[in-house]
């Protein structure tokens, strides 16, 4: 059953009032905890399978105890929780109904200690505790989240679904509640931070480097062609100079069970040590609009201008009218030609070769076409699907570059796609952030991701001797 179906089933089930945790109130349009639970964990599945679980268990077991002991202290104290880091590039954390809590690797080297890692998933144990996605589960956008977790793992987007993800742009559930739920996640979020021996203005602390770190990829994912990495929507709904922030953060310091606050700098710093910054080579590797796989060995330019997403089962690159997307086709044993024409049906079919690997190209409808290539005994299939035929005239020439770009990596590429790494380094005397910068791999912008990586933005230096976060 699609995922989209199971979603509606689960819709059409809701019934009654139940009584929200924190309120105490009645709420309409809410679901019983055993429906809410099986709802959690129907999307877990889908998560897990969309975003890849990041390959690190003792991160994974610390992240884990670190959140089971603020959801002691929440208000939903009996529900099982269950954290997980997902091995995504975004800067995200996002909770699902019924205690399903991720935190992606990608916002962790922002971080700066174990009180901030704690105020974030506080603040999604607060969207839990209050219900509130339950509620974003119940509202339209359901919708949305399945079409976009449907056609990103169905190997095999056909047109409409192909057309859809044009204007598919992301799912609410990942971009935040509005500011009015976000400020109750952040109230009660310092609360459980106050109950759990940790100071609440890490929630503070959090929210404003995350706000930096937001208008900064804001601007390098324009220069990049690419999607920014961004905490839900955290601009717009989560001013941290806001006064109502102020406040709730402050009443929250009555409830502080200890004078002597814990902040965990290195214990968290350790734990984040070799983790993987940017895209994981393990689901590929984008640079300067060239996808690059080291696993599988293989490369392709996309069009420059054109936007790439690339996610644990495909890489799609888009103009906003039409969408080029990779994929392997698993276990497939017969010729790209009897592929394609078993798939797509009848149109123009033409062979080629891609640095010495055999191909071909199906022109399938007046709006798609499709290739794919058999390489080292795997085949991989390139599709370009246009909103409508006007679009895809437009965009032919740039999609049928892109297939014959597909390529084996070579020695330079291979290096390329063995990605970025957090290291720590003990800072001495003279250190300065342009001079790390200067040996980076991150390029042009290197001076200030290292000072938003170490809450020196926009013009603060390393303190000597103190341990900080590099990219190598
Ligand atoms: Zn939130």
Known sequence: MKPILILFLMLAALSGCATNP????????????????????????????????????????YVDRVGQRLAKNSHRPNLEYHFTVLDSPEVNAFALPGGYIYITRGILPYLGSESELAAVLGHEIGHVTARH??????????ANIGIQIASIFVPEINTQAGADLVNVTGSALLSGYGREHELEADKLGSEYLARTGYDPHAMIAVLSTLKDQEAFDIARAKEEHREPRIYHGLFASHPDSDTRLQQVVNESQNLQVSPHPLEGRMIYLEHIDGIVFGDSPSQGVVRNSEFMHAGLGIALKFPQSWTIKNSAKAVQATNGEA??????????????????????????????????????????????????????????????????????????????????????????????????????????????????????????????????????????????????????
């Open 22 to 61: 924190v309120s105490g109130r009645q709420d309409f349009v809410m679901m019983s905890e055993s429906d809410e639970i099986a709802m959690g964990r129907q999307s877990d599945m889908q998560v897990r399978k969309q975003y890849g679980v990041y390959d690190d268990p003792p991160l994974q077991a």
């Open 323 to 472: 969408v080029i997307q990779l994929s392997l086709a698993e276990n497939e044993k017969r010729s790209p030609e009897d592929y394609l024409t078993s798939r797509f049906g009848n149109g123009a079919l033409s062979s080629f070769r891609s640095s010495g690997y055999a191909g071909a190209i199906l022109v399938y409808s007046s709006r798609a076409e499709a290739a794919a290539i058999r390489m080292n005994g795997k085949l991989f299939v390139i599709m370009g699907v246009a909103a409508n035929p006007a679009a895809f005239q437009n965009a032919q020439p740039a999609i049928e570059r892109t297939m014959h770009s597909f390529h084996a990596m070579n020695p330079l590429e291979r290096k390329l796609a063995q990605g970025l790494k957090i290291s720590l380094r003990r800072t001495a005397p003279g250190d300065t952030f342009e001079k790390y910068a200067a040996h980076s791999p991150l390029g042009k912008n290197a001076a200030g991701y290292l000072r938003l990586l170490n809450h020196a933005y926009p013009d603060g230096e390393p303190v000597p001797g103190e341990e900080i976060k590099l990219v190598e």
């Open 133 to 142: 996605s339950v509620k974003q589960y119940t509202a339209a956008t359901t």
